[in-house]
């Protein structure tokens, strides 16, 4: 679906590289988690991606366009959620008549779906609304208009906990096998159980481009005090039951994911967990 090729990327000229010599795949059908440390490019990757930003090298290949050209047929397939954003004081009726016809599979039936789920009323004025609740109705908009690719930065921030479950629900029910979903945050035990797919960058290369499937085929999670199983481990971080450990999974063991661990993993010990997977 988006292939992204040799890409650099500044905010100026005397500005070092946000992004560089960065290459990337994205597959439809699938939900993929985008991790990295502050400053690494992921909301600049994705402003990138959404044609908000022009690459200084490169070129990101949107079902076979240049996402540069900003082709309407293009910019109406795509979806992207920023971190932080406004909304004007409009109705929410008033508003989806001024901006779904921007997007041809716009539903309006989906977006009251999407509202219920999250516990809105249509009747609404954006205006009123606090944070957490723009958000809400801004997601369930963006999961309406039915776009092949969407693209969310840190959207489970300013979500109170309920939020937080029936954003994970908002997801599962606007999935296909004709859509991706590409989600950028540190929140990462908001959305370990959903994830398809994990990408680790470091804004010059990507660490890790992983299916969960194959990653939990390759690696046991599991919380241990066992001395032998921490000298084992290919990462340990404490925890309440004495140590959360990453170990090869040599047996077929099948366990949940990490996600912060894995994270944590991946940075201290880059090319050792790469290897595990061409073992």
Do not use: W
């Not at 992004?19 to 795949?25: A, E, I, K, N, Y």
């Not at 789920?117 to 801004?138: H, I, P, R, W, Y």
């Amino acid at each position: 679906m988006l292939e992204i090729k040799n890409l650099s990327f500044n905010y100026g000229r005397r500005k070092k590289e946000v992004l560089s010599h960065f290459s990337l795949s994205l597959r439809q059908g699938g939900i993929y988690g985008l991790l990295g440390k502050n400053g690494t490019g992921k909301s600049t990757l994705l402003a990138l991606i959404s044609g908000l930003l022009t690459p200084c090298q490169g070129e990101i290949i949107y079902k076979g366009k240049d996402v540069r050209r900003r082709l309407p047929d293009t910019l109406c397939d795509l979806f992207l959620v920023p971190e932080e954003f406004e909304l004007p004081s409009l109705t929410l009726a008033r508003y989806i008549k001024l901006n779904s016809c921007f997007y041809p599979r716009f539903s309006t039936e989906d977006m009251r779906r999407y509202l219920d789920l999250f516990e809105l009323d249509a009747d609404l004025n954006l205006g009123t609304l606090s944070m957490g609740q723009k958000k809400k109705v801004f997601m369930s908009f963006a999961l309406a208009a039915n776009t092949s690719l969407l693209l969310m930065d840190e959207p489970t921030n300013g979500l109170d906990i309920p939020g937080k479950s029936q954003f994970r629900k908002l997801i599962a029910s606007g999935m296909s096998d004709e859509k991706c979903v590409v989600i950028s945050t540190h929140q990462v035990r908001d959305i370990d159980r959903m994830l398809d797919h994990v990408v680790i960058i470091d804004g010059s290369r990507v660490l890790l481009d992983q299916s969960v499937a194959d990653i939990c085929r390759t690696f046991v999670f599991r919380e241990s005090s066992s001395r032998e199983l921490v000298g084992q481990a290919l990462y340990a971080l404490p925890s309440v039951e004495g140590n959360s450990l990453i170990l090869p999974n040599a047996g077929g063991e099948e366990t949940e994911i990490n996600l912060e661990l894995l994270f944590g993993a991946v940075l201290a010990e880059p090319d050792k967990i790469a290897a595990m997977f061409h073992a």
